[in-house]
């Protein structure tokens, strides 16, 4: 999923995996800029709290990942 922002100085796009809702919820995401949207090589959302882009760069590709990571509230047996 991706959603777009455009005006006069916010000129980006955020791509997100996970579901929106008015409630609490797992879900991760990127913040990129329109002028590196055009390097994009690929985006992965793999579950509600892994997702991960591909960049192409000068001399390489780049893969950033993003993860959701259960806090400390959350008991020993939801963390693994």
């Known amino acids: 999923m991706a959603r777009e922002k455009n005006g006069d100085k ?3 796009a955020i791509l997100y995996g996970g579901h929106i809702s ?12 329109r002028y ?6 690929a985006f992965e959302p793999v579950n509600e709290r892994v997702c991960k882009i591909r960049m192409k760069l000068k001399y390489y590709n780049l893969t950033l990942k993003a993860f959701h990571a259960p806090t400390e509230e959350k008991d020993e047996v939801s963390k693994e």
């Open 36 to 41: 590196s949207m055009d390097n994009l090589l």
């Open 22 to 33: 008015d409630k609490h919820a797992f879900g991760t995401g990127f913040y990129i800029s």
């Open 10 to 12: 916010k000129n980006y």
